[in-house]
């Protein structure tokens, strides 16, 4: 297949552009750069009102999703220094985080989300990520498997080097696949993957420099979905056309609002019998008309301002369902009842939480598969297995955790259970307890801290017949 110049089908275009032009919509509600609900008549002030509400729905995604930090751990069993060649990959939290956030993001605005792993370099540095525009990304399938990529192109724009012009740029990565097992969908040790770079010149796609081989099955890029999507490769993001539009129409009444305001939220005094010249008007005196005749009044607004809001509220409301973000979570304190429990808070959170859920699944995947790739540039076993620790999804209540706690120790529950349900690691609290055990036994034994607790004797049991042994 010529990736190069290849000519798509007409319904692959269609497809391309519609996607394209739903990212970018995305994009612009993010930022707030929708279009002004009000037409604005020159030399009149501007009285378009526009709530940015998409960006927090993906922002408290995100936050939702990787909580304050993500632990990324391999396994007890890995390779000796497969955690630290780990660890200098991502580097410090702040960056793996800023990271994830980056790719998150990314993810919840267009659908899907990519990374490029950039191999060690010379000098010895470990391998590092950098996270692509979507927009920029172009992702092709094999015929019957949406799941399994035969080529990534990233595109992007530039100026021709040889004249000055703008111009673009790709580089197409490419399968490699002779006997056509990975194609299949099938593990395949003997594929690999083929990089070109090019320049756009003339309207066609002219090669620069010679093709790289990536001699590894999988390619330097991995992408995952945002959300589940079964019939495309590409995911479904956080702000869907439905929720742009549910902003829209919130942004066209609040506005209107604002007008409604503007025109009648001060009373338009008018009259008649008299020349405007013989009636003074002034705070804390009567006014007096000039003749029996005269009248004088004030015009009335007949706009139902409280229904206005009141369906306002429900567009909001609508968009928390939509989003699958309650009001509660970003921040909307009158929506939160007093004295709620922790399953009411549960709850109310629910749609929230099997969101994350399934992002957690999704974004797990690709962290894995970029660590298992990392390790293998850097040396280590592809197989290693990578444990990641999220963080509870809600706060925990750390009185009634403890005091559920004791209830389960009442009951016989094991110290280890009842350890792992509060979030500790048995294993590790075990020994850390031995060693501050230990630690104490040599401090007093040198005359510098307490005794240790004395050990509760135990009793020898009594006889049957209540005789002594």
């Given at each position: 297949?010529?990736?190069?110049?290849?000519?798509?089908?007409?319904?692959t275009l269609i497809a391309q552009?519609?996607?394209?032009?739903?990212?970018?919509?995305?994009?612009?509600?993010?930022?707030?750069?929708?279009?002004?609900?009000?037409?604005?008549?020159?030399?009149?002030?501007?009285?378009?009102?526009?709530?940015?509400?998409?960006?927090?729905?993906?922002?408290?995604?995100?936050?939702?999703?990787?909580?304050?930090?993500?632990?990324?751990?391999?396994?007890?069993?890995?390779?000796?220094?497969?955690?630290?060649?780990?660890?200098?990959?991502?580097?410090?939290?702040?960056?793996?985080?800023?990271?994830?956030?980056?790719?998150?993001?990314?993810?919840?605005?267009?659908?899907?989300?990519?990374?490029?792993?950039?191999?060690?370099?010379?000098?010895?540095?470990?391998?590092?990520?950098?996270?692509?525009?979507?927009?920029?990304?172009?992702?092709?399938?094999?015929?019957?498997?949406?799941?399994?990529?035969?080529?990534?192109?990233?595109?992007?724009?530039?100026?021709?080097?040889?004249?000055?012009?703008?111009?673009?740029?790709?580089?197409?990565?490419?399968?490699?696949?002779?006997?056509?097992?990975?194609?299949?969908?099938?593990?395949?040790?003997?594929?690999?993957?083929?990089?070109?770079?090019?320049?756009?010149?003339?309207?066609?796609?002219?090669?620069?420099?010679?093709?790289?081989?990536?001699?590894?099955?999988?390619?330097?890029?991995?992408?995952?979905?945002?959300?589940?999507?079964?019939?495309?490769?590409?995911?479904?993001?956080?702000?869907?056309?439905?929720?742009?539009?549910?902003?829209?129409?919130?942004?066209?009444?609040?506005?209107?609002?604002?007008?409604?305001?503007?025109?009648?939220?001060?009373?338009?005094?008018?009259?008649?019998?008299?020349?405007?010249?013989?009636?003074?008007?002034?705070?804390?005196?009567?006014?007096?008309?000039?003749?029996?005749?005269?009248?004088?009044?004030?015009?009335?607004?007949?706009?139902?301002?409280?229904?206005?809001?009141?369906?306002?509220?429900?567009?909001?409301?609508?968009?928390?369902?939509?989003?699958?973000?309650?009001?509660?979570?970003?921040?909307?304190?009158?929506?939160?009842?007093?004295?709620?429990?922790?399953?009411?808070?549960?709850?109310?959170?629910?749609?929230?939480?099997?969101?994350?859920?399934?992002?957690?699944?999704?974004?797990?995947?690709?962290?894995?598969?970029?660590?298992?790739?990392?390790?293998?540039?850097?040396?280590?076993?592809?197989?290693?297995?990578?444990?990641?620790?999220?963080?509870?999804?809600?706060?925990?209540?750390?009185?009634?955790?403890?005091?559920?706690?004791?209830?389960?120790?009442?009951?016989?529950?094991?110290k280890s259970t009842i350890l792992?349900?509060?979030?500790?690691?048995?294993?590790?609290?075990?020994?850390?307890?031995?060693?501050?055990?230990?630690?104490?036994?040599?401090?007093?034994?040198?005359g510098r801290g307490l005794p240790?607790?004395?050990?509760?004797?135990?009793?020898?049991?009594?006889?049957?017949?209540?005789?002594?042994?």
């Open positions: 297949m010529d990736i190069g110049n290849r000519t798509s089908n007409a319904a552009t519609s996607h394209q032009q739903a990212m970018h919509r995305a994009w612009s509600a993010y930022t707030g750069t929708l279009p002004d609900p009000l037409i604005v008549v020159a030399g009149d002030p501007n009285d378009n009102v526009k709530i940015n509400r998409c960006r927090p729905i993906v922002d408290k995604g995100v936050s939702f999703l990787f909580g304050k930090t993500l632990a990324i751990n391999v396994d007890a069993n890995a390779e000796v220094g497969a955690q630290e060649y780990l660890n200098a990959c991502w580097g410090h939290d702040d960056n793996k985080m800023v990271l994830l956030c980056k790719l998150a993001k990314h993810g919840g605005i267009s659908g899907n989300a990519f990374v490029k792993i950039i191999p060690p370099s010379a000098n010895g540095k470990p391998c590092r990520m950098v996270v692509l525009d979507p927009l920029n990304c172009e992702v092709i399938t094999a015929p019957e498997d949406i799941d399994t990529v035969i080529a990534y192109t990233i595109t992007y724009d530039t100026i021709d080097p040889l004249d000055s012009t703008p111009t673009q740029k790709r580089q197409v990565i490419q399968l490699d696949d002779p006997d056509g097992r990975a194609i299949a969908g099938e593990p395949d040790d003997d594929a690999t993957w083929i990089i070109t770079n090019q320049i756009k010149r003339g309207g066609k796609w002219v090669a620069l420099g010679e093709m790289q081989v990536w001699d590894y099955p999988w390619a330097p890029i991995a992408d995952c979905q945002n959300l589940v999507n079964p019939s495309e490769h590409w995911g479904t993001p956080d702000l869907t056309d439905d929720i742009i539009s549910i902003n829209q129409q919130l942004n066209f009444i609040e506005s209107n609002i604002a007008r409604i305001i503007k025109h009648h939220g001060h009373p338009y005094i008018w009259g008649t019998g008299f020349k405007a010249s013989e009636l003074t008007i002034t705070p804390g005196r009567v006014i007096v008309l000039p003749s029996h005749d005269s009248k004088l009044n004030a015009l009335q607004a007949y706009g139902n301002i409280a229904e206005i809001m009141a369906f306002a509220e429900d567009l909001r409301q609508d968009m928390d369902e939509e989003s699958r973000v309650p009001a509660v979570a970003l921040g909307r304190m009158k929506d939160l009842p007093r004295g709620i429990s922790g399953i009411a808070l549960q709850m109310l959170f629910q749609p929230l939480i099997e969101k994350t859920i399934e992002k957690q699944r999704l974004y797990g995947n690709i962290i894995r598969d970029l660590c298992n790739r990392m390790l293998v540039l850097g040396g280590y076993d592809y197989d290693t297995e990578i444990i990641l620790i999220w963080q509870d999804l809600l706060p925990a209540d750390d009185i009634a955790a403890a005091q559920v706690a004791a209830i389960y120790s009442q009951l016989g529950i094991s792992s349900r509060l979030g500790f690691d048995p294993d590790v609290e075990a020994t850390q307890l031995q060693d501050e055990q230990t630690q104490q036994v040599t401090s007093y034994a040198q240790p607790p004395a050990q509760p004797v135990t009793q020898p049991a009594e006889s049957t017949n209540g005789s002594q042994p």
